[in-house]
Each structure stands twice: as structure tokens, then as C-alpha cells.
């Protein structure tokens, strides 16, 4: 050895404590684990994060912005104290106050709205992922105006997966990543579902199986995929349907998969002068018919020994009933669907169509899987093995946040179905409890008493006409119009309407505004400029705020802060208490159903606290049902309390592992058991349980899944289903539109609802298409959040917005030749309803009519705790300037919401601009005046020593 060598530590002791909790720095929920160090005076701090190898999600894998976690936890811009509003609204000046005082001042404003007109509270979330408890508190409160942010993120996505096949992408499903032979991504940004989706990728690659990427950018996933179709956006729905045309013209169907397993084979009635036309044939327990091929007879679907058969017709009483298959090949053969019919609007070639479908059909039927694992059906059909189609697909919001999202993604469902390719191996496989059909879920509910408790869930599932939330006037229940004939099937509400409509008074005004990780001023809405002046617009003859009262939740200074006229401080994730519950958004994989737990791994160093743990003692000091005791004391004495003794109902609370049963712990149902929180730390902070291996396919229509699925409490009775190509509740809407039934839309609305509401997948022109010059606007406009930043809270992390501190438009070679662009370039983006001046990037692989920029890099001086002059809030900026939450005037001088109308999915993607090259301003334009910072501004740096 020579002499000199240095000696070296190769294992420091990294940490004097691992704790092991979930991360949040997006909604992925990987498992952390934490290091901790002891300071001098013993005090723990946290040293570095890393996945937890054990954790189902990530199994170690932890991306960049769960590593810099560490800095989400020290950024100065946290809030310190709970704030009352002393300067005019949006000023940024407050005042600290108590939590006394600010429980006080809530409570003051919310106990009279309660007793005398509940409706008057609008209380909607953001990102958060409690829904399942904020939606009690806001259902005890008797308020019918509450929701979280799904309708202006994906509600399209997972409507139309719960309406078509009891489930959707990502929480409720995933590619079978051991088996999948060929995977398709529609849509999604670059890192979207991030650890689990990467992890996947390279599985798949690392076996040699393909990957094709559909979206108009390619960046993220799409840039290590095989194959690359940069499609024109709103067109997805187009070129799916070609995809189906073609698999039909070739006959390659899985057909005896979508005879027993889908409603292809139920018959529907073809009398266009019936009010059941279009309807399936049921029978007198109303269960829907099929025509069996034992005995050529009708059947209900789910008949013991049942062969449905796809072919037969069906007549009595002088009607004909056709199978839904016959109405799928009629829809799908139609030759306007041919490759060639929209190859010029989708921007994709004919051939590549073609080849695509070709491939798909390869996979899907020349390289069949067959696992040796027996399984029984719920017709008492017993299989020797499961067949498999190893075409995978994942899809999110780019096909999705268009006004005909619904129909492109019931589209893309059909395409998976048509191919046998969902819950079969190598396909999509459903994540427990889901799937879950439509019908398993709750109904809206919207009946208000005042004093009382609303009369049920808040959001739900539409079946027809009677279920919408209407008034007996027609007018509607809820202030964002959800569950309306502009909207019916809004199962997640409409968040991104809630402030113009109570700025308009339509349908009616509120008192109180109450939200949470809602960044409303700023990159959450639509229209951002526009929302900042109706939060603080001012009615005229009273000189009071139109909006009167707003509260708001929020770890960070972030724009909205500044129009609140009370803050009560949320913690950050590593020093709260969260269940990340099967009741809510759970965090499961297809061969196990999990649920996890946070908890304070530090202790704030601030005044604030948990808004979960917030509400619980609201609701006490408001008398709120669920929240106080028989004796009117407070029931659960913060979030950790009801996270382990809340019974939503017998035996089943917010998590499911660790629960008390007769003979010690147990999971799925059980009582309530005080150790459970601890039981979840020393397991690493999450519990899973397996899905037995019987039950791992065709999880609808598979017994063995069934039975393992009441043991475990996602439901109380065995409920095997079949997929639902065909959506009757749309036909019901149509057939109400068409002038049947008590519940009949306004007729402004009819045509509308009879155009989009196809019980079969359909495409539309986006809505806003036929209200501008297309030829003048010619350019899509898109956004995407950045990799390191995807569903992060907050771009002000140190670490990461070393990554991206500012966001240039990107264009693509066409456009940036037609107008000369040079690097450090800038240009004037307009659309119908705004202008911005921004700088501009070269990208070729990019569709050539196609813009786009990262989303929520661009700041308001003042936010964040950042520096006025930092580069977000010079030269970041926002495209939100430039998409209106209305559409353009129709003829007749109405202006409606840029949603989708069937579930009003906010139309981001809509936009259409123009684009012009012109003179380097300062900044870009507009530029927002700056808002005083209730924080103070960050240091030039920081730097701290963890350890002794
Ligand atoms: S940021 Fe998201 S993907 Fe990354 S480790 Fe955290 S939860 Fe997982």
C-alpha cells in the first residue's frame, strides 16, 4: 500500500435515525425514507431523503423533486402564522394573528351562513389528497357547493373509464408491465405517474418490447419512445377511431371476449318512435338482455351457463332489438373514419395509421399470452387459462382537457376493449378497490337544509336526467353549474367556474369563498388576469367586496394568499399527519391493494398546522354533524385522531391495514385500533396486502376477485360487471333532449346535448373551433408542467428551480422559419381573449402547428418569496393569460363555459393562437404589478449544517 494514502470514511453514518413516511413533493405517494440527524441540542433534523426500498409504489426509486423534498421543508417561503387581511385584497398586507383569533374569526363567518342558507359556503380543494374527509366536513357543513380540483385537471379521463370499464389510468390502473409487449402512451405529459411509469418503462425496454408516444411534444416519455406520432391536438379522438375502423375492416376483434365480457352483446331497442329507443332491452328484474346462444333465446347477461351471442337480432311487439355490436361496426366502419379521412387534420399519415392498427393487432392476436392459471367466471364458466393481449395503453390529461375529451378517451377505452386487451395479461390491469362501476358509486347529492348536514355525498355518478342537480325552475343547485345540461356528467365538479360564476351571481352569490392548495390567482385558472379582478372587485352601491368573505389554506406565500382575507398556515408534508386512503385516491398496483400514511417527522418551527387537523376542530366549534361528540364536544382532536377512529362504515375507516379484529389485527374490515398509526410507522409507513393469484386477471368478471374483494371490504356483496362500450346514461340524455321524460334540457341546450351525448365513442370539433377564425389563429397552444416539478406544490424549491427558473415558448422548425426567429428572440402570442410578449425557443420535435411552454414556472412579483427581479418573475410567464374560462359569443349572445359538455373538463387545450415575431421588451408582458410578500423574501442563499 503506499505509504501516503489518504485514509477514508467509506461509510459515514449518514444518519442517526431513518423515518419512514410518504413523499409529496407530487402525487405519485412513493415511500421515503428519512434521514435525521441530532443537532448539538438534540434536536432532530432532517439530513437527506431516499426511497424506501420496501414500498410497493417505488421500491426504492426516488426522483429529483423527491430528493429535494429537504428544501420544500426550509423554503422561506412558508408561511409562519395564521394572517388577517389588513391591506386592500390583493395587496399581500396582513397582519399575524392567533389561531384563537382565526378559529374565531371562521367560526363568526361560517356559524350564520350554516343556520340560514348553507349553499352561501363555496369550499373547494386543490391538490390535496384528503377529499374523502374535506367532502365530510363540507357535507356536514350542508353546503351543496364543494369539490377538488378533477374538473380542471382530468375528470374526463376518469369519467370515461369509470362510465366505460369501472375504472381508468393511473390510480385506478396500470399497464402489465410483466407481460406487456407493446405499450402506447396517448397524451401524457413527461412525467406524469413518475416513479411508477419510469420504473415500468424500463422494465418493458430492458425485455425489448416496444413503446409508441402520441402527443403533440416530445419530450419526457415520448423521447425515449420507438415511435413518435407528434398528432395535431383534439385530434386524438380521430385517430383512434381510424385505429378501431381499420381492426374492424381487418376483423381483428377479440370477439368471444367482448361477447361474454362487455355489453356489445346486450340488445337495444331500434324504435325511433319508443321512449326506450336506444335503450337495452331489459327484463322484468331489469337486468339487460342478451341473446344466448344455447338456446337462441333472450337471457339476462349474467345468466348461469350463458353464451351471449353477438350476431342475433332480436324482434318482438313489432321491434327490433340489435346487438351493441351491430351499432359498434356500423359507427366504426363508417368511411369517414378511414385512415386517409383523417390523416390531414390529425397530422399523421394514412400508412402510419395503418401500421399502427396493424401492430396493434399483431401483438394483440399473433403473439397471444396464455398464463396456466384456471379461473371461474360469474356465469359459472370455468377457463383453464387466462388469455392475454399484450397491447397496453396510458393515457392523461393531453387527450383529455379538449371539449370532446370525454368521447377520445371512451374512444381510447374502446380501442382497449375492442382488443381484449384490459384486465387480460399484458394489458391494463385495474388497481383494488377499482375496477368499481359507475352504478357502485354514489349519486350527486344536493338537497340543502340549513342547520343541517347535506343529504349525501356531494359528487357522484349520473345515470340519467333525474339524477342531475337542478332545482325545480331548471336552474342550477351548485355554484359551478356541475351536474347541469351544460355539463351533466361532471362527476368531479367544476372547480374553475366556481369564482366567475360567484363574481356574476350566477346562479346565485355566496358569502364565503373557502379554499385550499388552490393557486386560483394565478396558474389554476383560466383567465388569470380576469379572476384577479373579480376576487377583488367591489359592488358598486354598497362599496363591499363581491366575493365577501375568502379563506384560505396554504403552506407557501403563493399568489393566492394575497387574496385571502384570512390564512390559516398549512404545514409541509414531512410535519403533518395524511392517510392516503382506499376511501380516496389510493396508492394500490394491480397485484396488491395499499394504503399509506404521513406523519410529522419533524415538528413544525412555525405557528401553523395541518389543515385537516384545522377542520376538525372548525367543524366542532360550528356544531358540524360527524365532527362533535353527543355531549357537543369536539370528536376527533385533530387529523391523526380521525384518520384512526373515523368508521365510514361498519368495520371499514381511512386505512384498512392494522385495523382490530376479534382475535388481534387484522385488514380490510375491522374496528378501530389505537396502535394503527404506530403499526404503520414501524411498517415502513404503508400496508399492502396481495391480490391472490386466481384473482389477478379479469378482476370484474372473476369470482375468486369477487369473493376477495368483499373479505376485504371494497364492497359488501359479490358484484361482478360487465364493461360498457355502449354508456346508456348518455342515450338517456339524448332521449330526454329528443323531448322525452320529466327532466328535459332547456332548448338552447338540446342540440348540444343530442350531438355530444353519443352512447357510443364519437368526435367532435373542439367547441371553440366553430366560434374563431381558425385561419387566423392557426396555431395550437399547449402547456405542460416540467419533469422536475410534475405535480409538484410550487416551483420556488431551491434545487429545483435551478432547473427551471424561466420557461421560453417553444416552435416548432415550420413556424419559427415562417417568421425568421433567432435565438433570444421574442414574439406577441394572441388568442380571442388575450396578448403576451414572450421569449421564444426552437424545437423540431414538436407538431409543426403546435407551441407550448411549462406550466406555473412564471411568477407574481412578490410571491414565493422570491426575489422581484428572480428570472420566473421577469421572463417566466403564464399561457393561462390567454385561455378564457367562456367560449367567444355564440349568435344568439350567449357565452358558455370552455368545457367539456358532457363533463365539464376545463378546455385547456382548446387554445388556438396567433403568433408574430416583435421587439425585446423588459419583461414579459403582462406584467403583473407586484404583491407585498407576507413572508419577507428569501436569502441570496442558504446554507445550514445538519449534525454535530
Ligand atoms: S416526487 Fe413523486 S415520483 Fe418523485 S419520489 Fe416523490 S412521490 Fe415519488
Known sequence: MPKDQPILDTSPKVSDEVRKTTCYMCACRCGIDVHMKAQPDGQMKVAYIE?????????????????????????????????????????????????????????????????????????????????????????????????AHGGFCSVNMAAAGIYTMGGAFWEFGQPDWEHTKMFVLFGVAEDHDSNPIKMGIGKIKGRGARMVGINPIRTGYNAVADDWFGITPGTDGLLIMALIHELFKAGKLDLDYLARFTNASCIVNEDPKSDQNGLLLRDSDGQPQVIDKNTGHLAPWNGQGVEPDLASTHRAAGVTHRPVFHLMADRFLDPKHAPEMVADATGISADRIKRLAADMAH?????????????????????????????????????????????????????????????????????????????????????????????????????????????????????????????????????????????????????????????????????????????????????EYVIPRIIYSDAYSSEMVAYADLILPDTTYLERHDCISLLDRPISEADGVADAIRWPVIEPDRNVRGFQSVLCELGAR?????????????????????????????????????????????????????????????????????????????????????????KMGFYDSEQPYIFTPYVEPLRRMQLAAEGHGRVQPPDHLREQVKRTMDPLPMWYAPLSDDLIDTSEFNVHALTQRPMAMYHSWGTQNAWLRQIHGLNPLYVPTKIWEQHSFADGDWAKVTSPSGVITVPVAHMAALNENTVWTWNAIGKRKGAWALDEKAPEATEGFLLNHLIHELLPEKADGMRWSNSDPITGQAAWFDLRVKIEKTTTPAESQPVTPAQKSPVGKGPKSQAWKVGK
Open 363 to 543: 401483438v394483440a392476436f399473433d403473439e397471444a399470452i396464455e398464463l396456466d392459471r384456471p379461473w371461474t367466471d360469474f356465469r359459472g364458466k370455468k377457463h383453464a387459462k387466462m388469455i392475454g393481449r399484450p397491447v397496453s395503453m396510458h393515457a392523461m390529461r393531453g387527450i383529455s382537457a379538449h371539449s370532446n375529451g370525454f368521447q377520445t378517451c371512451r374512444a381510447l377505452h374502446m380501442l382497449q376493449i375492442v382488443l381484449g386487451a384490459v384486465e387480460t395479461p399484458g394489458g391494463m390491469r385495474f388497481k383494488p378497490p377499482y375496477p368499481k362501476p359507475a352504478t357502485a358509486h354514489p349519486k350527486p347529492h344536493g338537497k340543502v337544509t340549513p342547520g343541517q348536514a347535506l343529504n349525501g355525498p356531494h359528487l357522484g355518478f349520473v345515470h340519467s336526467p333525474e339524477d342531475l342537480m337542478l332545482n325545480e325552475d331548471g336552474s342550477a343547485i351548485r355554484i359551478d353549474k356541475a351536474f347541469t345540461w351544460d355539463n351533466p356528467l361532471s362527476s368531479h365538479g367544476m372547480m374553475h367556474m366556481v369564482i366567475s360564476n360567484a363574481h356574476a351571481g350566477d346562479p346565485y352569490k355566496i358569502d364565503t369563498l373557502f379554499m385550499y392548495m388552490a393557486n386560483m390567482s394565478w396558474n389554476s385558472s383560466m383567465n388569470t388576469t380576469g379572476v384577479m379582478e373579480m376576487l377583488t372587485d367591489k359592488d358598486d352601491e354598497t362599496g
Open 51 to 147: 426511497g424506501n426500498k420496501d414500498h410497493p409504489v417505488n421500491q426504492g426509486v426516488l426522483c429529483a423533486k423527491g430528493s429535494a423534498g429537504i428544501m420544500q421543508v426550509n423554503a422561506p417561503s412558508r408561511l409562519k402564522a395564521p394572517l388577517k387581511r389588513v391591506g386592500p385584497r390583493g395587496s399581500g398586507e396582513f397582519e399575524e394573528i392567533s389561531w384563537e383569533e382565526a378559529l374565531t374569526i371562521a367560526t363568526d363567518w361560517l356559524k350564520p351562513i350554516r343556520e340560514k342558507a348553507p349553499e352561501k359556503l363555496a369550499f373547494f380543494t386543490g391538490r390535496d389528497q384528503s377529499q374523502s374527509f374535506t367532502s365530510l366536513w363540507a357535507q356536514g357543513f350542508g353546503t351543496p357547493n364543494y369539490a
Open 622 to 710: 360550528l356544531d358540524l354533524p360527524g365532527f362533535v361528540n353527543d355531549d357537543g364536544s369536539q370528536k376527533y382532536e385533530d387529523y391523526a385522531d380521525y384518520i384512526t377512529n373515523h368508521i365510514r362504515r361498519p368495520g371499514i375507516g381511512p386505512l384498512a391495514g392494522f385495523r382490530m379484529g376479534e382475535n388481534g389485527l387484522t385488514e380490510g374490515r375491522g374496528d378501530s385500533n389505537e396502535g394503527q398509526i404506530d403499526s404503520y410507522i414501524k411498517n415502513g409507513g404503508f400496508w399492502v396486502s396481495h391480490v391472490p393469484e386466481e384473482a389477478s386477471y379479469y378482476k370484474p368478471f372473476n369470482m375468486a376477485y369477487q369473493a376477495w374483494a368483499v
